[in-house]
């Protein structure tokens, strides 16, 4: 390996899970990039474009789309892509992922077609099937062989092949430790520039190692001394230092993310919308997210609840400010006649990068008026407790708070917790026809502007039925080392080719 | 024998010993002076507590802290000890002076075989190999007549008796022929035939080397067979000094003469008839063997006692004498179920023994009490004399203000003053740590008093006064006593049957008179000729010498 | 009741040797100190320690700020030693603090050394019962303690209480194994053989004869056994099994700060210069008592 | 001592029977929920509902107990819930790391401690002896990671003498693997310098006391050997005891350490195992940990006959 390119790099999270549709953690996603290819990506401008498809078309009433794979796509064992694995690929994904899942309910027929091409013929127009398959985050819709696609969806899958710009290293691969890519020779980039997860891959490192480092001064640590060369997130309470470090660079590699309050519906006191509404007013994202991020430079408020400055954002927030209206809060409650009985709010304690919004969000509802009743445990805890729809003071909640990268809530159809059907809907369960009602529109459309107008209607909707609410936006960024690395492609997610390194 | 001219080897002078606060005295011994020449012995008689122990230690440079001498000078050959740096006095120390301490049992390191304690002396202050070594240990273990050299050498100091652990001490001050030699109280837990041996042994080391000995003892037998000179100490004074014969013979100190005259006798007492009742105790046939050492070691087994038989009843004495090593210490430990034979029965009150345990024991436990052959390491260190005493009467559930009452005037009766009670045993000299094993055991007021070498760090006048008092509590409470002892004399006044051990069997028994008067076996007739200072009569000018 | 005997002039009774040792008044000095802190905190000029003022977060030690409440009410206050990240008052989570941390500390340490004595005494002298306890303490010593503490906290209510049960249970395989192997060593002593001559009941001879060569090394690992009761009580809190994580304590100040720990040292520093003053009372006066109450220690000695 | 050892090995299979069952109720009873992190955030509570289906999960506890006590009879502790991998080579993975790192710091401890806890003891009272108390107090109160932080700040950061992080292999070279070791056994051996130092000095001073010890001055054998041979040897029950606890929690669980140096060992394993409940890795850890320690302390057991001939079982 003499004179071999290897770039060192920190990944988000320890990897443990391969199989991109099993699980929608961040890192499997990540990792999912490094080696798999997909059949559309989003751009930086937040458009579709195609990625290993060459030619597309769908019917003016969008019931038939066909597509053709570009020329020379092979996966990593030298066999040429078929439409055969894309067909097998996207039947596996659209078994698990949530969109995937509504495109194959409204398929009619998949079918191979025309030379090294398929065709897709729906029930009903489809508006969506672009934004699916560009789907960035959650479970995106990778491309594998057929005899790997054809594993049960409800196993996972061992053979790691993929068309991807990188080949997985499954020897050298460590959980805990280290995860080894090598550079794909064979891959054939698109001609055009890198855009966002668009556009031409291109790989100038022969090899990447993503080095497991779980403590941000040891991260911090690694990049100084040059043991390592990228850390994808950097750790923010380290912001300061880093920044000042002449010989390291802070870069904004991905779009924002955000962190939201969700509030249970199932059970009372926020089965009642004016109350939910109360919690809603109670927030001060300045505070929160200063609390979380300490400096100014790492976050922003966004009342909206799709990403500030992406598509939809839309500043239509009905009552919500962003700011906290303790008074119009105390009377909504009196109006509702909360009974004062303590709100269950769980905080995650072992979990870093919210784990400082709970306490702020509990005082800040106190002020509003809400009896609070903060409870710690670790993050596993919370997943399971969050799926429980007892009472509160029976192994119930009432609130939690997570994160969402903008790859998750840049569209109506890709932010999981956007669910109005009850019980079968995400975490906290609310009831809201008119919110599905809206969704079915918004996907049978491919126009713009409807869409924008729709999307518009669906954020006034869930902030007056006090579905979940933003605590803002906070700014994920990498840190490299300068002079050393350079080429970052600044995209929805985290991706590692087009760097170089000197 | 040097000349008389020659500078002394030892030379003590004015040496005053303070003691800590709350001792018996402010100083343990004052004033002191003697020499010691070349090839002569010097004999430090005295009271129990006198301070004998304490000069020795001195010498050594071994006082243990809150002890210290405050005036005066030792010179050994020239150099004064008292003022020597640390270094010089490691490298005299073992090579110039030796000592043998008074206590084996805790001399000897419980983790070390006993041939490394020995090798180690060669090995520090001589070149010479590890084969070479070795053979000199297992020599010189011949020469104090351990038995079975080799297994003696790979052996722990518990796993051997007290008389062979005594000879491992004496060994190891030995086996580098030291210009001085200090013993203090060498012998005591040796026979007499192996104590026989040991002194000549030192003489011969004597002859040969010149070496000057400084020998503590209170047997006056022993005095008689081996000093030139005679220090004789009370009370951490200088009562009377001289040639032996001359104290020996015609003391001028009514100290000296009153322990002359509390010499015992080597001969018929008549002791008080037999009571009627039933055994206290009863042993028949008990046996005990030691399996030690299992794979991968070497396994080695040691039958200790064999088919050993022995009946107490009121008011009865039975003596056990013999070899040391013979087996009497683990016959009386299997006797007072300390440990369980490993074959035998015994009966007390009429019941089985031999195999209860626990609290089953209880009541046997509450009858018969035990003096240890090992006073020191058989007292908590970290309790107080008093609490030891009392320990026994509060389990028995005497409330504690009377036990303690009882400990004060038991101290009395034993000769200590009742404030030692708040002493710990490391506060003690040897012979004091002795009576307060007796005295612990006699605040039980057992029925059965297992006596193992009970008096053998005793001077002859305090000796008496013990062996009275227990003579008295047997009368006055018809309690039975197995008394184990190498003291011949001691044995012949106070026992009314004695039982003669070898090689853990039993060799001879019947009344003492019979046994030590008309021996049967061979090995009694040995034992009884090797009595030191046989027919030497103490107090009187003249030396009858007789067969 | 030794002491109303005519004897021993010279002789100091215990206690007053015990209270006349040096390390002992220092240690119970220091303890008492930081116990009165404890309980006295409201009035030490504290503010209330779960307050938030993300605007006056990582303040250095000394600074003179405003103080801002979510609420919008605003005061001055003094920082004697900073703020954290989240703006809250270090003096007043320091002392407040030291209520949790010293319970824990304290409580664990005594609770896991009780336990384990016993434990250890018996397997020790108990030749029959060792190789079972001394299993199922192999066994106890494998389960994860965070595991355990998660368990526990399912099973009661995560309390004070469970806390030092969950932490104090981990440390009892330790503390029993040490106590057993001096335990191994001292019951072939002729004294302990001579105890039970005197027919002296088990549990006397445990206590009274064996336990004493113990305690030496015992203080020692329960004064390890407090400080590392006072550190982990941090990562339980920190892994939502422990306190709330508002309820401020020295453990998790310093867990809290640990990202900061380069730019902000001082958060770690204060609790753990309080931390360190415990664990230096614990251990001067562990071996004050020692060396005053053990005979043989005081009175013989090379 | 065969049948000592015989007896010992026959001992551990209820120990493991039983510490098997309690872990394996353990991670039943604590709360959270492998399916639900596995599905992540986008799922539902039907998500969550089919992975425990496909995990088995759903199934009652005895059944559960069952299969996997028949799979682990057959040898076989079974495969990671999360990572396509069996416990047992996750295991595998990490033993070297530990034992490497522990290994390295036992070393250092006990060639640290030990000599200081004599030297402290002999002169009890003297500088030394004050010294060791400070650094002691010092140890037990500085959290690992400040220990940790600190010398990597001096040593990594300004001298720039060694990595600050990550684990090299043995078989990439003996001086990389030792390089990447130095500063995470060095942050390990404080506290453990410091209790093992403290306990020494304990059990040493206590030695000292004895009347044997008077025996070998009384031989004119050097100081040293005087504290080695004779009182260090005595006092090396507690102290091999405390060193044989020492090991076991280096081997269990040096989280904070590993985490810090990025050292891929089984405390992390151990604590990520845990937090997101990967149940049959957590059990299989456990029932390794059993054996292990059943081992170490076969072993400081076996010592003590060696050390103490007094000692009998
Ligand atoms: N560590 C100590 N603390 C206090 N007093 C002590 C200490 N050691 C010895 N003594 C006292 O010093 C005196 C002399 O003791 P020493 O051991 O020299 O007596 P001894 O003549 O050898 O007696 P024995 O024949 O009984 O062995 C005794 O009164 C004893 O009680
Ligand atoms: N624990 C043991 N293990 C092995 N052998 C032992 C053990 N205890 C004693 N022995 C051996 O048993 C024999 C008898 O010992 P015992 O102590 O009964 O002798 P003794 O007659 O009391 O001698 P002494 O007069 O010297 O005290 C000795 O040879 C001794 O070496
Ligand atoms: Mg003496
Ligand atoms: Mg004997």
Not at chain 1, 74 to 83: E, L, M, N
Not at chain 1, 350 to 366: R, S
Not at chain 2, 124 to 139: P, W
Not at chain 3, 151 to 176: D, F, G, K, N
Request: aromatic letters at 8%.
């Amino acid at each position: 390996q003499e004179g071999a390119k290897v770039l060192r790099m920190v990944p988000q999270t320890d990897l443990k899970i391969l199989d991109p549709i099993w699980t929608t953690a961040f890192v499997t996603r990540d990792h999912g990039y490094m080696i798999y290819d997909t059949l559309f990506g989003i751009d930086a401008e937040g458009k579709v474009q195609p990625q290993m498809v060459d030619k597309y078309s769908a019917s003016p009433n969008a019931k038939t789309w066909t597509f053709t794979l570009r020329k020379g796509l092979a996966f990593h064992d030298g066999k040429p892509v078929t439409s055969a694995d894309v067909i097998a690929s996207l039947t596996r994904w659209g078994k698990r992922d949530s969109l995937g899942q509504k495109m194959f309910a409204a398929l009619d027929t998949i079918e191979v077609s025309g030379d090294n091409g398929w065709r897709m013929v729906f029930k009903e127009p489809f508006g969506m099937v672009l934004e699916a398959l560009a789907k960035p985050s959650g479970s995106p819709a990778f491309i594998m062989p057929k005899r790997v696609a054809d594993t049960p969806a409800d196993k996972q899958i061992d053979d790691y092949t993929g068309s991807g710009p990188y080949i997985f290293k499954k020897d050298e691969f460590r959980s805990g430790d280290k995860v080894v890519y090598l550079k794909n020779t064979h891959y054939v980039p698109r001609s055009e520039a890198p855009s966002g997860l668009a556009g031409g891959k291109r790989v100038y490192v022969d090899r990447v190692e993503w080095i497991i480092l779980k403590d941000a001064q040891t991260q911090v640590n690694a990049i100084k001394t040059g043991e390592v060369d990228l850390l994808s997130w950097m750790p923010s309470d380290h912001y300061a230092a880093l920044r000042i470090d002449p010989k390291l660079e802070v870069v904004e590699a991905t779009t924002a993310g955000s962190y939201f309050l969700h509030l249970n519906h199932h059970i009372p006191p926020f089965d009642n919308p004016k109350i939910a509404r109360a919690a809603i007013m109670a927030i001060n994202q300045e505070a929160l997210l200063r609390a979380q991020m300490v400096y100014r430079d790492l976050y922003k408020p966004c009342t909206s609840i799709y990403p500030c400055g992406s598509l939809l954002a839309s500043d239509k927030t009905s009552y919500f400010t962003g700011k906290p209206q303790f008074e119009e809060a105390k009377k909504l409650l009196k109006e509702a006649g909360y009974d004062g009985k303590p709100v269950v709010l769980m905080q995650p304690s072992d979990f870093n990068l919210l784990n400082k919004l709970p306490p702020v969000m509990a005082q800040l509802l106190k002020q509003a008026g809400f009896n609070v009743d903060m409870q710690s445990m670790d993050w596993p805890t919370l997943l399971m407790r969050r799926a429980r729809k007892d009472p509160a003071d029976q192994g119930g909640w009432n609130l939690f708070i997570t994160g969402w990268g903008a790859s998750d809530n840049m569209n109506p159809m890709y932010f999981a917790p956007l669910t109005g059907n009850g019980e079968k809907g995400w975490f906290g369960w609310a009831t809201d026809p008119k919110l599905e009602q809206l969704k079915s529109e918004f996907v049978a459309t491919t126009d713009p502007a409807v869409r924008k107008r729709l999307a518009e209607a669906i954020q006034i909707d869930a902030y007056d039925n006090g579905l979940f609410a933003p605590l803002g936006e906070q700014k994920p960024l990498s840190v490299l080392r300068r002079g050393v690395v350079s080429g970052i492609v600044k995209a929805p997610v985290n991706v590692f080719w087009n760097i170089k390194k000197n | 024998m040097a000349a008389a001219g020659a500078a002394p080897v030892l030379q003590v002078r004015d040496l005053s010993v303070t003691l800590p606060a709350g001792a018996d005295r402010p100083h343990a011994v004052q004033r002191v002076s003697f020499d010691v020449h070349a090839g002569q012995t010097l004999c430090l008689l005295g009271e129990s507590g006198s301070g004998k122990s304490v000069i020795a230690n001195t010498v050594m440079g071994l006082l243990s802290q809150g002890i210290k001498p405050v005036a005066g000078c030792i010179e050994l050959q020239g150099e004064d000890l008292l003022q020597l740096a640390p270094q010089r006095l490691r490298q005299l120390r073992g090579a110039s002076m030796a000592m043998v301490f008074q206590e084996p049992m805790t001399a000897l390191n419980p983790v070390l075989r006993c041939g490394d304690q020995v090798d180690e002396m060669l090995r520090e202050h001589t070149s010479l190999g590890a084969a070479e070594r070795q053979r000199r240990v297992l020599d010189i273990f011949a020469h104090v007549h351990l038995p079975e050299p080799q297994r003696i050498y790979a052996s722990y100091p518990h796993q051997l008796s007290g008389g062979q652990r005594q000879r491992i001490v004496i060994a190891m001050a030995l086996i580098l022929k030291p210009a001085l030699l200090i013993c203090d109280e060498p012998t005591t837990a040796l026979d007499v035939t192996t104590q026989a041996e040991i002194l000549k042994l030192i003489a011969e080391l004597q002859r040969e080397n010149g070496t000057a000995v400084l020998f503590i003892t209170h047997d006056f037998g022993v005095v008689a067979e081996i000093a030139d000179r005679v220090v004789v100490m009370q009370l951490g004074r200088m009562v009377e000094q001289g040639e032996k014969l001359a104290v020996l013979q015609s003391p001028r100190e009514a100290y000296t003469k009153m322990l002359l005259a509390a010499v015992p006798e080597l001969g018929r007492r008549r002791r008080p008839p037999r009571m009627a009742g039933d055994a206290l105790l009863d042993a028949r046939a008990i046996s005990k063997t030691y399996v030690s050492g299992s794979w991968p070691a070497k396994r080695r087994t040691v039958h200790a006692a064999q088919d050993v038989s022995l009946a107490v009843h009121p008011g009865e004495t039975v003596g056990i004498v013999g070899e040391s090593g013979s087996g009497k210490s683990t016959v009386a430990r299997c006797i007072a179920r300390l440990i369980e034979p490993t074959s035998g029965d015994i009966f007390a009150d009429g019941r089985s023994v031999a195999k209860a345990s626990g609290r089953a024991l209880s009541p046997f436990r509450r009858r018969v009490q035990v003096v240890f052959q090992d006073p020191y390491r058989s007292l908590n260190p970290r309790q107080t004399a008093g609490a030891s005493i009392i320990e026994g009467p509060l389990n028995f559930g005497v409330p504690r203000a009377q036990a303690w009452a009882r400990a004060e005037e038991l101290m009395r009766l034993v000769r200590l003053q009742p404030e030692a009670l708040h002493r710990y045993p490391s506060e003690f000299s040897g012979g004091q740590r002795q009576r307060i094993s007796i005295a612990r055991a006699l605040a039980c007021d057992p029925q059965v008093l297992i006596a193992d070498e009970a008096v053998s760090a005793l001077d002859v006048s305090v000796q008496a006064q013990i062996l009275d008092l227990l003579n008295e509590i047997q009368q006055r409470l018809a309690i039975g006593i197995v008394f184990i002892t190498h003291d011949l004399r001691v044995a012949s006044q106070i026992c009314d049957r004695v039982i003669v051990m070898q090689r853990g069997k039993i060799v001879e028994q019947g009344d003492v008179g019979d046994v030590f008067f008309s021996p049967r076996h061979a090995y009694t007739q040995a034992l009884l000729a090797a009595a030191p200072g046989r027919g030497f009569s103490f107090g009187t000018p003249e030396q009858q010498v007789t067969a | 009741m030794a002491d109303t005997l005519p004897v021993a002039q010279q002789r100091v009774s215990m206690t007053r040797r015990v209270l006349r040792n040096g390390a002992v008044r220092f240690g119970t000095i220091i303890l008492l100190l930081l116990i009165l802190a404890a309980i006295g905190a409201p009035w030490l000029g504290t503010i209330d320690p779960t307050l938030i003022d993300p605007g006056a977060a990582n303040l250095l030690p000394g600074t003179h700020a405003e103080f801002m409440t979510l609420g919008g009410d605003t005061f001055q206050h003094w920082f004697a030693m900073g703020s954290d990240s989240l703006g809250r008052d270090i003096w007043s989570r320091v002392i407040y603090g030291a209520r949790v941390s010293l319970s824990v500390g304290v409580a664990v340490a005594l609770l896991a050394m009780a336990v384990g004595m016993t434990v250890g005494l018996i397997a020790g002298y108990f030749r029959r019962l060792d190789g079972l306890i001394m299993r199922v303490m192999d066994g106890l010593m494998a389960i994860p303690g965070i595991l355990f503490a998660i368990t526990l906290m399912a099973l009661w209510r995560a309390s004070l209480t469970t806390i030092i049960v969950a932490i104090a249970v981990p440390e009892v395989p330790r503390v029993a194994r040490l106590v057993r192997s001096v335990v191994l060593t001292i019951r072939e002593e002729p004294y302990v053989e001579a105890a039970v001559a005197l027919d002296t009941p088990t549990w006397k001879v445990l206590t009274r004869h064996i336990l004493p060569n113990a305690i030496a090394p015992l203080i020692i690992q329960g004064t390890y056994v407090c400080a590392s009761a006072i550190l982990v009580e941090a990562i339980l809190s920190f892994l939502g099994v422990g306190m709330p994580p508002d309820i401020p304590s020295w453990g998790n100040i310093m867990a809290e700060a640990r990202s900061q720990f380069t730019q902000y040292p001082h958060s770690v520093l204060f609790p753990g210069i309080f931390l360190a003053l415990t664990v230096l009372a614990v251990n001067i006066l562990g071996d004050g008592l020692r060396d005053t109450l053990d005979p043989k220690f005081n009175k013989r000695g090379g | 001592m065969l049948s000592f050892l015989l007896r010992r090995i026959v001992a551990t299979i209820p120990v493991l029977v039983i510490v098997a069952l309690i872990v394996f109720l353990m991670t039943r009873l604590a709360p959270g929920d492998p399916a639900a992190v596995i599905v992540g955030d986008t799922g539902t509570s039907a998500d969550i509902a089919r992975v425990r289906t496909q995990l088995g999960l759903d199934q009652p506890l005895p059944v559960q107990f069952a299969k996997w006590s028949a799979q682990v009879l057959r040898g076989d502790l079974g495969e990671s819930l999360f990572m396509k991998q069996t416990v047992a080579s996750l295991i595998g993975q990490r033993i070297e790391p530990t034992l490497s790192l522990a290994g390295l710091t036992l070393v250092l401890t006990v060639l640290v401690a030990v000599p200081l806890g004599v030297l402290a003891a002999w002169r009890h009272g003297g500088w030394l002896d004050r010294a060791l108390m400070g650094f002691s107090v010092l140890g037990f109160s500085i959290p690992t990671f400040v220990i940790g932080y600190l010398l990597i700040w001096l040593v990594a950061l300004k001298g720039g003498l060694l990595p600050v992080q990550g684990y090299v292999r043995l078989d990439q070279g003996l001086w990389s693997w030792l390089r990447n070791l130095i500063l995470p056994g060095l942050t390990l051996s404080i506290v453990y310098v410091a209790l093992i130092a403290r306990v020494t000095r304990a059990a040493v001073a206590e030695a000292l006391t004895e009347d044997y010890i008077r025996t070998a001055r009384s031989k004119g054998i050097s100081e040293r050997h005087v504290l080695v041979r004779h009182a260090l040897i005595n006092a090396a029950v507690p102290i091999v005891t405390v060193i044989g606890i020492g090991v076991a929690l280096l081997i269990g669980g040096v989280v904070v350490t590993e985490t810090v140096f990025a050292i891929p060992g089984l405390g992390q394993l151990t604590v990520d195992a845990v937090l997101s409940r990967d149940y049959p890795l957590i059990q299989g850890i456990t029932l390794f940990f059993s054996v292990i320690y059943v081992l170490i302390n076969l072993l400081v057991d076996l010592s003590y006959l060696l050390l103490d001939p007094r000692i009998r079982y």
